[in-house]
Structure formats: C-alpha cells, structure tokens
C-alpha cells in the first residue's frame, strides 16, 4: 500500500479517517489524549503540504442515533490546540451543509465531521454512505489502525469510490513493526500472551506457535494450561471446553521445540476484591476454594530468566487481575523485565498499553500499538479489511 509521502496532497481536499475514540471523564474533558497525538505526524504534513484537511471517526458506541455525549467537539477542541489552529466541527459527517463546509474550505484548514456512527451505516458498510464521505475527497488516507480490522464504510467501503488511497504514518508505522517483529524477526523471537480468555486469544497462539521460539503464558488464561496438565486451581477462572486444546498447543509446541512457560507459582484469594487476604503458593498447591489472580515471584523470576537473550518480544495481555493493586505486582514486574530487555519490545494496545503507561515505561518500550483489537488479528495471522482495502486499490490502480 502507498503511504501518505509518496501522494501528491499539495492544496488537495485530504479526507483522514483516524481514531479518535478517546476516553472522557464525567465533564466531557478528554482523560488521555494518545490517539490524537498518535496521527500528528500525518496531519503535520498535510499542513505542510497546505492540504485541505477533512477529520473523520468515531467516539463511543450511539448505535446509529445522534447523542450529544459522543461528539467529536472533545477531539476537535483538543486537535485544535495540539496543532495551534482552528478545528471547525462540522454538524454531520454527510449531507449538503457538510459539502458546503468542505467547498468553502481553504488551502491548510482542518474540518473534523461528527460522529460517523451517529449513522448505522457506518459499520454496515453501506456503499451509499461510502460513496458520500468519498465524495468529499481527492485524496482518502486512512490512519486508524485501531478500527483497521473494522470492514466499516469509512475503513473499507471508501476505498472503492475515493479517487486516489493511501495509508497515513501510523498506519504505516504499526504494520512495519509488527511485520518486524513476527514476519521477519531478530531470534529468538518470545511471544507473551496473557488476559482472561484463551478463547479470545486461540487463533493467536496457534498462529505465533509456528513463528516463535518461546511462549510465555500468564494471566487468567494460563490456568486452562495448568488445568490441562492435570493441576486443581481451585474457584480459578477456567474455560472447560479449552482444556483438550490446550493441551495440544503444548504437545505442539513440544513437537516444534518451542519453549512453552506457564505460572510454578501464584497470588490467590477467596474473593476478587481488592481487600481480600491473599497468599502466595504453588501452581500444584492451590486452595480449593481459593482463585489465582496474579503470577507469583518464583514466576516472575522464571519469565524473566526466559526472557534474557531475547532479540524480538512481542506481548498482549496482563499477567492477572492488574486493576487491583493487590494482583498488579506480576504484570508490574514484566513490565519492567520488558522495559529494561535490549530486545525490540512491542506491546499490543488495551490493558496491555496501560499496564506499561501505569508503571512510567512508555519511553523503553520500542513500540507501543494503538489497537488491541486489531493487533490481535495480526497475532492471528489474518489480514485487516483496511489495510486489504489500501492494498486492493492500489493493485486496481496499477
């Protein structure tokens, strides 16, 4: 796919899909502003090259209707001061006051449209509602890996009416390094997979088995593993139907000479509260009526030592119930056993992201993705519909 520097954009209408679906506290005031940061890089250029800029995505879930609680004015107002100048905020993302705003749009002034899921079709792909944000636009960009594996109308449906594609700098960041770090890695290459559900991370771990040289299994999905070696992990979370496919990913990783680490020891308490008495024991030696809720520090140890000569890791999801300061110190530790490795570290998006912002890391992590869902397709070994798009115009166009 071409990227945004290789486009002829000077004084063009540049429509940017980006995601600037960013957290608000109880007032409407943006909490943290990374997404919006993320894509300066692209808007920068387009500014230098005197584009005429259009801003369009999504915030919050209205579910087709308009709902004052998730404009875009929060993401405006921010970008506006970000990039020191005005961010006029259109009242709809389609329709002919919209075209009027665009038409009347002079060479490096930015428009932001309202919420593209104030209408449902949106995420239903609908090629009318495609063809009229394309209509906008000489130029569409997209550079909103977040929602990349997302076949939306602004992700994937503009792709076919827009005269010329391409993808933005983050975009093209994300897909490099994760092509880095998984297609074409420095070994050995570790994989660290944590969170509450092998279910939701199956298709992942089965993809990297064929691709790395050691995995690495924490959080609430790693007691399924331990259930399937035959271990009681008393009231633990526990996926019953997984346990048999389980148990063959380690035989598979055993048959490939992948190092296969889990949990030797464990944070437990009878509740999941954040003032329940906890004690730390033995994988082997879990109380019956007790929960795993955090790695222990023989684990962190362990993890650590497996991590040491590492050239490339990749990681997605906690080593346990990180929110309650109780079970954060497994996640905090590999936090820091990441942050300090001289491997090429690349974290994927969600709790993962914040774990690391949380312990003061963010700055020794080589990269940090901005989309936990779509890096968890990449994981998968599928392709996004939006990158697929990009790559699809661009083999139409010759």
Not at 110 to 120: D, Q, T
Not at 153 to 170: D, M, N, Q, R
Request: charged residues 25%; glycine residues 8%; aromatic residues 6%.
């Amino acid at each position: 796919m071409k990227n945004i520097k290789e486009l002829d954009i000077k004084e063009k209408r540049v429509l940017i899909r980006v995601d600037f679906n960013v957290p608000l506290d109880e007032h409407g005031n943006i909490t943290d502003d990374i997404r919006i940061r993320g894509v300066l890089p692209t808007i920068n250029h387009c500014l230098d090259e005197r584009a005429r800029i259009i801003i369009m995505s999504h915030m919050g879930r209205p579910k087709g209707q308009r709902n004052p609680a998730f404009s875009m004015a929060p993401a405006a107002k921010r970008l506006s001061r970000l990039i020191d100048k005005e961010v006029k905020l259109a009242p709809d993302c389609v329709g002919d006051e919209v075209t009027a705003m665009v038409n009347a749009m002079g060479p490096g002034e930015v428009l932001m449209l309202e919420n593209l899921r104030f209408h449902a079709e949106e995420q239903a792909n609908d090629p009318v509602f495609s063809k009229q944000l394309a209509a906008l636009a000489d130029v569409y960009i997209d550079d909103a890996f977040a929602v990349a594996h997302r076949a939306h109308a602004s992700v994937v449906g503009v792709t076919e009416f827009a005269p010329v594609c391409g993808a933005g700098f983050l975009l093209q960041q994300e897909m490099d390094y994760f092509n880095r770090a998984v297609r074409d890695p420095m070994r050995p290459l570790v994989a660290i997979v944590g969170g509450a559900k092998v279910s939701s991370k199956l298709g992942a771990l089965r993809n990297l088995m064929d691709r790395v040289d050691k995995m690495i299994v924490g959080g609430a999905m790693a007691n399924t593993f331990l259930k399937a070696m035959g271990y009681e992990v008393g009231k633990s979370k526990v996926e019953e139907d997984l346990v048999a496919e389980a148990r063959e990913l380690m035989d598979k990783a055993r048959a490939q000479g992948v190092r296969f680490y889990l949990p030797v020891d464990c944070i437990v308490a009878e509740q999941f509260e954040a003032r329940a008495e906890t004690k730390t024991t033995t994988v082997q030696e879990v109380p019956e009526n007790w929960m795993i809720l955090d790695i222990g520090p023989a684990t962190t140890k362990l993890f650590s030592e497996a991590l040491a000569n590492a050239r490339t890791i990749i990681w997605n999801g906690p080593m346990g119930a990180f929110e309650m300061d109780a079970f954060s110190r497994g996640t905090m530790a590999m936090v820091q056993e990441v942050a300090r490795s001289h491997a090429l570290t690349i974290v994927g998006g969600g709790d993962t992201d914040v774990a690391v912002h949380r312990a003061g890391e963010s700055r020794n992590i080589s990269y940090i993705s901005t989309g936990g869902g779509a890096f968890l397709m990449l994981m998968e070994g599928k392709s996004l519909p939006g990158v697929a798009a990009l790559e699809q115009f661009n083999r139409v166009q010759g």
